[in-house]
């Protein structure tokens, strides 16, 4: 079992709709989660980070996390053109992982104007 | 201030040959982390350096290792190439440990193709 999975798409929706990216993790003691962004051919960027349960907002972005079903998922609203990138999840692993920063593979975001 | 720089940005080698890329980190950052990165595996976790120690390892074999300098500078080595390694070797700085802000700076990659 991979230790982060994500549904790697492609997700396409529509210009001002919402778009839903998740995310699973394996390490029950994992503490923090993170999502970036990463352009076709550029490198990921840190768009949030969420330590807690429930949800965090940022914007156009809000970031949820359920601890106890081991899901983080990332929201979108109003998504435009320019949000069409690959959204990696990122976990810090816990003590079996030493903490390491984990990544999903990427889901890719279409956002059609 | 500057970003993560990364040389070289491509090289090709042949199988059997090793390479060395090197990784500049933001200015203050401790920490460099590498990755590789591949359409089939997403970005894998290769190694994390802080203050010249190796914290933090991946499950890559022991082709695959590095180094970090006194200036915080990094380098990665993979000796005796195969043909899957050819990929995008990323590198990103923290100030802490990566692993545990999880803010980490990209660099714009090295990609290195095997043949």
């Known amino acids: 079992q991979k230790e982060v999975e994500q549904n790697s798409g492609p997700l396409s929706v529509p210009e001002g709709a919402i778009a839903s990216l998740n995310c699973t993790y394996s390490?029950?003691?994992?503490?923090?989660f993170f999502w970036y962004r990463q352009y076709s051919g550029k490198s990921p960027e840190l768009i949030m980070s969420?330590?807690?349960?429930g949800d965090k907002e940022d914007g156009r972005f809000t970031a949820q996390l359920n601890k106890a079903s081991q899901y983080v998922s990332l929201l979108i609203r109003d998504s435009q053109p320019s949000d069409s990138a690959t959204y990696l999840c990122?976990?810090?692993?816990?003590?079996?992982?030493?903490?390491?920063?984990?990544f999903g593979s990427g889901t890719r975001l279409l956002v059609r104007p | 201030k500057a970003g993560v720089t990364q040389t070289p940005r491509y090289l090709i080698k042949t199988r059997g040959q090793q390479v060395t890329l090197s990784c500049s980190p933001i200015?203050?950052?401790?920490?460099v982390s590498w990755y590789q990165q591949t359409p089939g595996q997403g970005l894998q976790f290769l190694f994390e350096?802080?203050?010249?120690?190796?914290?933090n390892k991946g499950n890559f074999p022991g082709r695959f290792s590095g180094r970090q300098f006194s200036n915080s500078r990094s380098e990665m080595n993979v000796s005796t190439l195969e043909l899957g390694d050819s990929a995008l070797y990323l590198c990103?700085?923290?100030f802490g440990l990566g692993g545990n802000t999880g803010e980490l700076f990209f660099g714009e990659g090295s990609r290195l193709t095997v043949l």
């Open positions: 990122a976990v810090n692993g816990g003590m079996d992982s030493s903490y390491k920063l984990i």
């Open positions: 390490d029950r003691v994992s503490q923090s």
């Open positions: 200015s203050g950052h401790r920490s």
């Open positions: 969420i330590y807690s349960n």
């Open positions: 350096y802080f203050s010249e120690t190796q914290r």
């Open positions: 990103a700085s923290s």
